[in-house]
């Protein structure tokens, strides 16, 4: 039995609603006119003998029913003794006794034939019980569907899933179906991967979060991702039905992107997702990254990932669709009746509709109530105008003029992490950022660190509880991360304190992204790489990872060692360590800072090959496998025990590429090239060719004379 409130619903979609539902209980189609004044009609038809009905739909939800049947009396009474309709219906989204029906029914005599053609929220529920294809399409109304929701509630992988989920459909209200979302889906069910690209602001967050929910209303569990592809490849399950969520799924790992790691791992997954009917895969990145990103992972190149794309662009937007985002944002925004008159005096949300900066984001952040509490009614069309005309001050009042130090302190830190951290990892993190020596004159009421968060919480950062994990912490909006990188972009000392703090592997992420995006120079990400480097070898690199320290010379190094025309002495110790602490935790990163440890003569060949003993076992990535076999190549052959470490590689990668094939290999591509049904000499032809240029590209100095019959 369906039991809506309808508050998901602003007054011209019930308006719609209403006229569908009760269209099909009346056999007929009401005419709906223009918005603007309804002289007391939301909709008509006529009788086959030309007499007119009229229907009035009231969604005042929140209004008590005493005004309500005031307005009617005062209002609409009149109105309808000038238009005399022959039948007049009502529908309101009010509870209705059977006392409320008949006061209604002798307030608008002797317009209303009979009580049984005023509708309230429970004959409305009554009648929608019996009609799932108008349920169906009403989105939102699906959506709040007690079998959805269900679906929805129940679906989740894990507990932050089921957080992301929560937020979705609170949320759901201000969202608008526009071309997009049908494109998108069309996409999505064709390929069973989009990827929604498109500037910040364009709502790519949005639609991926509704495309998403489109499926678990059907039935499919769900998972967002928070870090990396392996979360998703841990829980696939070949046989259920599964949707999986990756946002910014570059923006937040450009280090790996710009390697190829991230990439190559996504492209196998793609690969596993287009080949299964019961999996979907929803990708969301700005447009630039991605561009870069194609540019950068061959995988990408030659995984055709394009025909997956669906760019997400304001232009596609019409007039309309606009309006409806606007007036969907106003709707339900909880503004005062004296801020909303500001928006229609003359018309004037018809330049917002026409702004050349128009974006959901912006419409969100101007529409919010409680930023508008130092903003009087007077001032808000001039509020709007200047946030038009300028997008970027959206954060910049909020986080220079409404934060002391100390919260700014706590949104730089997780903005340099690059996505969620663990509550504790970030309380870690602020302590050693406010016990540095530079951060002694730091001003603001509160220094305490759970109050801060308490006081950031809703409006810089989400704090996110799940049952089994300890909270999370992660920015309120991703817009926040690119207002703060760019404004600490030239203040080297800020951003060196802020990196000192975190030690996390995500940082380096962010460090390299700021290179990567143009807001740091050369210079200064070797000085910052430095300074680091040199802290925490005077640290004896005190509770922290091989991973990390791998990543962070790995980021020095790409920008070119040497400091003052020398190796230094930091950067000797820190290569040491890794080397000696990362037997059994080496990555990729390990791999490359060893092999450039062997080239400056800081590591023995000997030690080397050791350490790829110790490693290759945990190696099973195309970028790993690939990161030794370029570290190989670095190590003379004449060093001990070299072709015996060779033969360990090879046989290493030829178990893990024959195990996981699919993963290595894009099959469906073998195929395509046979013309004949049943020509399987051609196809095994090609499939040979693949695995043996993927072998090459693995470990290409050791391949001579193997290929795929090894497999």
């Known amino acids: 039995m369906s039991d809506y409130d309808f508050k998901q619903l602003n007054d011209k979609e019930f308006e719609i609603f209403c006229a569908d539902l009760l269209g099909e209980v009346e056999n007929c189609r009401f005419e709906r006119f223009k918005a603007g004044r309804d002289g007391g009609i939301d909709g008509r038809f006529f009788t086959d003998q030309g007499n007119e009905v009229i229907?009035?739909?009231?969604?005042?939800?929140?209004?008590?029913?005493?005004?309500?049947?005031?307005?009617?009396?005062?209002?609409?009474?009149?109105?309808?003794?000038?238009?005399?309709?022959?039948?007049?219906?009502l529908a309101v989204s009010n509870s209705l006794s059977r006392a409320n029906k008949k006061e209604i029914h002798q307030a608008l005599a002797p317009h209303i034939l009979s009580e049984s053609d005023i509708y309230g929220k429970e004959d409305l529920n009554d009648l929608l019980s019996t009609k799932a294809h108008i349920e169906q399409r009403h989105y939102k109304l699906w959506l709040q569907s007690s079998s959805v929701l269900g679906n929805i509630l129940n679906n989740a992988i894990l507990g932050r899933s089921a957080f992301s989920l929560?937020?979705?459909?609170?949320?759901?209200?201000?969202?608008?179906?526009?071309?997009?979302?049908e494109a998108a889906l069309r996409i999505l069910?064709?390929?069973?991967?989009?990827?929604?690209?498109?500037?910040?602001?364009?709502?790519?967050?949005?639609?991926?979060?509704?495309?998403?929910?489109?499926?678990?209303?059907?039935?499919?569990?769900?998972?967002?991702?928070?870090?990396?592809?392996?979360?998703?490849?841990?829980?696939?399950?070949?046989?259920?039905?599964?949707?999986?969520?990756?946002?910014?799924?570059?923006?937040?790992?450009?280090?790996?992107?710009?390697?190829?790691?991230?990439?190559?791992?996504?492209?196998?997954?793609?690969?596993?997702?287009?080949?299964?009917?019961?999996?979907r895969f929803v990708l969301t990145s700005r447009s630039t990254i991605l561009n870069q990103g194609k540019f950068l992972i061959d995988n990408f190149e030659h995984s055709n990932v394009q025909r997956n794309e669906y760019e997400l662009r304001?232009?596609?937007?019409?007039?309309?669709?606009?309006?409806?985002?606007?007036?969907?944002?106003?709707?339900?925004?909880?503004?005062?009746?004296?801020?909303?008159?500001?928006l229609y005096f003359e018309r004037r949300y018809r330049a917002i509709i026409a702004h050349k900066n128009f974006n959901p984001r912006l419409i969100s952040y101007i529409t919010e109530a409680t930023r508008l509490e130092t903003c009087p009614p007077n001032n808000y069309w001039d509020y709007i105008v200047s946030s038009l005309a300028n997008p970027s001050q959206v954060w910049e009042n909020p986080f220079n003029a409404q934060q002391d130090d100390f919260g700014r302190a706590i949104i730089l830190l997780v903005v340099l992490n690059g996505g969620a951290l663990y509550e504790k990892d970030l309380s870690d993190s602020y302590h050693r950022f406010l016990a540095l020596p530079e951060n002694q004159n730091l001003r603001g009421g509160i220094r305490e660190f759970q109050s801060n968060i308490?006081?950031?919480?809703?409006?810089?950062?989400?704090?996110?509880?799940?049952?089994?994990?300890?909270?999370?912490?992660?920015?309120?909006?991703?817009?926040?991360?690119?207002?703060?990188?760019?404004?600490?972009?030239?203040?080297?000392?800020?951003?060196?304190?802020?990196?000192?703090?975190?030690?996390?592997?995500?940082?380096?992420?962010?460090?390299?992204?700021?290179?990567?995006?143009?807001?740091?120079?050369?210079?200064?990400?070797?000085?910052?790489?430095?300074?680091?480097?040199?802290?925490?070898?005077?640290?004896?690199?005190?509770?922290?990872?091989?991973?990390?320290?791998?990543?962070?010379?790995?980021?020095?190094?790409?920008?070119?060692s040497?400091?003052?025309?020398?190796?230094?002495?930091?950067?000797?110790?820190?290569?040491?360590?890794?080397?000696?602490?990362?037997?059994?935790?080496?990555?990729?990163?390990?791999?490359?800072?060893?092999?450039?440890?062997?080239?400056?003569?800081?590591?023995?060949?000997?030690?080397?090959?050791?350490?790829?003993?110790?490693?290759?076992?945990?190696?099973?990535?195309?970028?790993?496998?690939?990161s030794i076999s370029s570290l190989l190549s670095a190590i003379p052959e004449a060093t001990r025990g070299y072709m015996e470490k060779v033969e360990l590689v090879k046989e290493h990668v030829l178990n893990v590429v024959s195990e996981n094939l699919s993963e290595f290999i894009d099959i469906n591509l073998a195929f395509s090239k046979v013309e004949e049904y049943d020509d399987y000499r051609t196809a095994e032809n090609e499939l040979e060719k693949l695995i043996e240029e993927e072998l090459i590209g693995v470990i290409h100095p050791f391949l001579t004379g193997v290929c795929s019959r090894g497999f």
């Open 454 to 560: 308490k006081l950031l919480t809703g409006s810089f950062l989400n704090r996110i509880v799940s049952s089994n994990k300890s909270p999370m912490i992660d920015l309120f909006n991703p817009s926040i991360g690119d207002y703060v990188l760019k404004r600490y972009a030239s203040d080297i000392v800020m951003l060196r304190l802020g990196f000192q703090s975190l030690r996390t592997l995500r940082s380096t992420i962010t460090l390299r992204s700021l290179r990567g995006d143009g807001l740091l120079s050369k210079a200064d990400t070797k000085e910052i790489c430095y300074l680091l480097i040199e802290n925490l070898a005077e640290n004896n690199f005190d509770c922290v990872s091989v991973s990390y320290i791998s990543a962070l010379c790995n980021v020095y190094i790409m920008e070119g």
């Open 314 to 342: 304001i232009q596609s937007l019409n007039d309309l669709e606009k309006a409806q985002i606007l007036y969907n944002h106003i709707w339900h925004s909880g503004l005062e009746s004296k801020y909303i008159d500001q």
């Open 166 to 181: 929560e937020e979705m459909i609170r949320s759901s209200c201000r969202y608008v179906v526009t071309i997009n979302h």
């Open 55 to 89: 229907l009035q739909c009231k969604h005042w939800i929140n209004t008590p029913l005493s005004k309500l049947i005031r307005e009617l009396k005062n209002i609409e009474k009149p109105k309808l003794d000038e238009l005399k309709p022959h039948r007049y219906l």
């Open 562 to 626: 040497s400091f003052g025309g020398e190796v230094s002495a930091a950067l000797s110790v820190a290569v040491l360590f890794i080397i000696n602490k990362g037997f059994g935790k080496a990555t990729d990163d390990s791999f490359e800072v060893v092999e450039w440890g062997v080239k400056q003569l800081i590591i023995a060949p000997e030690q080397a090959l050791d350490f790829i003993a110790g490693n290759i076992g945990i190696a099973e990535s195309h970028a790993e496998m690939q």
């Open 189 to 279: 069910e064709r390929l069973r991967v989009v990827i929604i690209t498109g500037e910040p602001g364009v709502g790519k967050t949005t639609l991926a979060d509704h495309l998403c929910l489109h499926y678990v209303g059907q039935g499919f569990t769900y998972l967002k991702i928070a870090d990396d592809i392996q979360e998703a490849v841990s829980v696939f399950d070949p046989e259920s039905r599964q949707i999986v969520y990756f946002d910014d799924f570059l923006g937040r790992n450009y280090l790996e992107a710009l390697k190829g790691h991230e990439g190559n791992h996504i492209t196998q997954f793609i690969r596993r997702v287009a080949a299964n009917k019961n999996k």
